[in-house]
């Protein structure tokens, strides 16, 4: 997941579902709080898509529901950097 975080909100994010890159935007954006924090590259986090909406539970059990801005198929096969 990447994150865009300007004056501590979070108006945009990218996940990987599957072999697809999605990146949603936050209107309004979400405050950047404790929920956030254990976060990290490569940390697992439900998510669902649903239409054009992706629909993220953080750690804490709340929801965030973002609209789908952009979607990029990515290749499985391509060898990854250490």
């Known amino acids: 997941m990447i994150a865009s975080v300007v004056g501590g909100f979070i108006r945009q994010l990218s ?3 599957d072999v697809t890159m999605y990146t949603v935007a936050y209107d309004p954006p979400l405050k950047r709080d404790d929920k ?10 439900p998510a669902r898509v649903d239409g054009d909406d992706l629909v993220v539970q953080w750690p ?3 929801q965030a ?10 290749d499985p096969n391509r060898p990854q950097p250490a």
């Open 15 to 17: 996940l990987i579902l």
């Open 60 to 62: 804490d059990g709340t």
């Open 36 to 45: 956030f924090s254990n976060l990290r590259k490569n940390v697992h986090i």
């Open 65 to 74: 529901k973002g609209k789908i801005v952009r979607r990029e198929k990515t």
